[in-house]
Nanobody, 126 residues
Framework: QVLLVESGGGLVQAGDSLRLSCAPSGRTFTADSMAWFRQAPGKEREFLAAVKENAYNPLYADSVKGRFTISKGNAKNTVYLQMNTLEPEDTAVYYC???????????????????WGQGTQVTVSS
């Protein structure tokens, strides 16, 4: 079984920064792309950012472009999300996801990803 494990969430104040981490656990696999999503209570899961194995030209949602940065770690299938200038509207459970099918596209819909983590809570107080 493939698992992804997120860490780094917490309670911060508006304007603060957080860095989320995601690492694999369990059966090994090769991800073509990895992504971060978030889900606030009562809302659909929202795409935030994705990065390909070659780490070139990550894709960002407009809502986080310029504030969040996705990056790949040196270890296989690890990914980070640096979040700056956090706002109360960023409060949500944050998930990392991995897609194993190799192609030249980025995907923003959750159904395109094969593996998910359990999520890490980020709460931003005003």
């Amino acid at each position: 079984q493939v698992l992804l494990v997120e860490s780094g969430g917490g309670l911060v104040q508006a304007g603060d920064s957080l860095r989320l981490s995601c690492a694999p656990s369990g059966r090994t696999f090769t991800a073509d792309s990895m992504a971060w999503f978030r889900q606030a209570p009562g809302k659909e899961r929202e795409f935030l950012a994705a990065v390909k194995e070659n780490a070139y030209n990550p894709l960002y949602a407009d809502s986080v472009k310029g504030r969040f940065t996705i990056s790949k770690g040196n270890a296989k299938n690890t990914v980070y999300l640096q979040m700056n200038t956090l706002e109360p509207e960023d409060t949500a459970v944050y998930y990392c996801a991995a897609r194993s099918t190799s192609d030249r596209f980025y995907y923003t819909r959750p159904g395109a990803y094969d593996y998910w983590g359990q999520g890490t809570q980020v709460t931003v107080s005003s």
